[in-house]
């Protein structure tokens, strides 16, 4: 019997996927040796990579199963688009689409972060079983949000973004983008201190892409070492943007989307190099391999001559 799809999308047309029977996992059971690879899971029809291509429950629950048994560290799940100019959705549309993938997800075993600026939506994929919560309205956060943190002890990615979905092109503008990006996130990390978060549950993300142009990520990613020296494990999400697009420019047009991973992948390494906590990818396998090349790289002994 199929899992359905999810409410206005249509019935269902793939088989339901096999979900192996597994034990619950803690975040104490993933890696400490190496950078974390945190698979993107998009359920929505506006994503600039994917959009629309997991809408159906048993596509989304297979695509992250498929990344989970792949390797993936972390599944980031996300009902709503986040790129610029994305149209808002309402909590709870959001919420049906993402709630029945992360209970078959964690029924399988896998650590789940769920991308969502919603309050509501936190509470309810913390109740599904959700582990982290990856929030990236940045300075626009929901007031609620710290609260509802601070209570739930829950691990919280707190991203850098000044602006919205509509207007954070134009809120691109700095002077040193480096050290403001740092200055803010501090602020944001004294407001959810201050709520009682424990600093030790907060993930920093510079937010490449968010109110920021292509100069502006490379020299966020060069300075990743001043992110981490903050004490907070640091998130990195490059995957297929618009900066790696226009690197790979051939014939006066930005790379496509999907022809972005080999890219994303050495980004990946680069960043495992520096210190990041996680990456947050769409192609798993790249990127876990990247890392673990990076990881051997580093430790690594020259022999005695």
């Given amino acids: 019997m199929s899992l359905g799809a999810i409410p206005g999308t249509g019935p269902a ?18 890696p400490s040796d190496r950078t974390l690879v945190m698979g993107i899971l998009n359920i929505n029809d506006d994503s600039f990579s994917d959009g629309g291509k997991y809408l159906l429950v048993d596509d989304a629950i297979s695509h992250g199963l498929a990344m989970y048994y792949g390797g993936a560290d972390i599944i980031d799940i996300g009902g709503e688009s986040t790129r610029p100019g994305a149209v808002p959705v309402d909590p709870a549309v959001e919420q049906a689409r993402i709630l029945p993938v992360i209970t078959a997800l964690a029924k399988a075993g ?26 990236v309205s940045g300075l626009t956060h929901e007031p609620d949000m710290p609260a509802l943190m601070a209570e739930t002890g829950a691990p919280y990615v707190l991203m850098h973004r000044r602006g919205d979905a509509g207007n954070m092109v134009t809120e691109a503008n700095y002077t040193d983008v480096v050290s403001e990006v740092l200055a803010e996130l501090e602020e944001l990390r004294s407001r959810f201190i201050a709520a009682g978060v424990k600093p030790e549950a907060l993930i920093l993300d510079p937010g490449l892409g968010f109110a920021k142009d292509h100069e502006h990520n490379w020299d966020l990613l060069r300075a990743l070492d001043r992110f981490t020296a903050l004490g907070h494990r640091v998130l990195v999400g490059t995957s297929r943007k618009r900066f790696l697009g226009e690197l790979l420019r051939q014939d006066g047009k930005p790379a496509a989307p999907a022809e972005r991973d080999a890219a994303t992948a050495a980004t990946s390494a680069l960043a495992a190099a520096n210190g990041a906590w996680g990456v947050r990818v769409h192609d798993v396998p790249s990127s876990l391999a990247a890392i673990k090349v990076a990881g051997a790289w580093m430790n690594s002994r020259v022999p005695a001559l």
């Fill in 13 to 30: 047309t793939s088989p339901m996927p096999i979900i192996r029977k597994s034990t619950a996992r803690t975040m104490a059971d993933l």
């Fill in 110 to 135: 896998a650590i789940i972060s769920v991308d969502t600026m919603h309050t509501s939506t936190a509470r309810a994929a913390l109740a599904a079983g959700a582990h982290i919560i990856n929030d």
